[in-house]
């Protein structure tokens, strides 16, 4: 069965540094992979997804992913963290034969520290 | 409405009592979603609607557990003679249409305690 997994349940990162949020798939290439954020007191909400085409998909608030089927992987980055980007970011697969339903990772809590 | 709207946000029964939790989608949004967020555990599927009919209720973890949607827009998660199991976050979520892939646009769910 398919199934995410996100490396880090908890990533602490220094204002204006790198961001990287790291995300593994099992088994054959699903069809869509996805990442999801979900501020304090908020739904969660698409930050980026890919389905066909260009493996580097660029997402809102500066962040961008890149599918690599070779390593199985859909890590997620930003160059520059900026305290608002404290946050909990899921990533997220559908497996093949049912695009509706998707498979999630634990989440990775991120935190900016000043 | 602006976003998808869940009532309540926070629900503590006593355990064999039965709860319904309620979503109302986005308007216009075709397809709708429960999932559920246990301690600890990833989000994971209960139920997918399609208008009114679930062509997938496959994540449904027992027959205490029913949903219904009406009109093609407030859906209904029954949880009957609740368990301390059942203790989660039930999240909804609603897409415009049920294309695989499409954006899900998530409630801020509704926290159960079953005591």
């Known amino acids: 069965a398919q199934s995410v997994t996100q490396l880090g349940s908890h990533v602490s990162v220094s204002e204006g540094a790198l961001v990287l949020l790291r995300c593994n798939y099992s088994s054959s290439v699903p069809p869509y992979l996805f990442w999801y954020v979900q501020y304090p007191n908020q739904g969660l909400q698409l930050l980026l997804k890919y389905t066909t085409g260009a493996t580097l998909v660029k997402g809102i608030n500066g962040f961008e992913a890149e599918f690599k089927k070779s390593e199985t992987s859909f890590h997620l980055t930003k160059p520059s963290a900026h305290m608002s980007d404290a946050a909990e970011y899921f990533c997220a697969v559908t497996p093949a034969g049912n695009n509706r339903k998707l498979i999630w990772g634990l989440g990775t809590s991120l935190a900016v520290n000043p | 409405g602006a976003g998808v709207s869940q009532s309540p946000s926070n629900k503590v029964t006593e355990k064999g009592k039965d709860v319904e939790l309620r979503c109302d989608p986005i308007?216009?949004?075709?397809?709708l979603y429960w999932y559920r967020q246990s301690l600890g555990q990833g989000l994971e599927f209960l139920i997918y609607f399609q208008g009114n009919s679930a062509p997938d209720k496959s994540g449904l973890p027992s027959d205490r557990f029913s949903a219904e949607r009406t009109g093609g827009s407030v859906s209904t998660l029954t949880i009957q003679r609740t368990q301390q199991e059942d203790s989660a976050v039930y999240l909804c979520?609603?897409?415009?249409?049920?294309?695989?892939?499409?954006?899900?646009?998530f409630g801020s769910g509704t926290q159960l305690s079953v005591l």
């Open positions: 979520a609603s897409s415009l249409t049920p294309q695989g892939g499409e954006k899900l646009f």
């Open positions: 308007s216009g949004h075709t397809a």
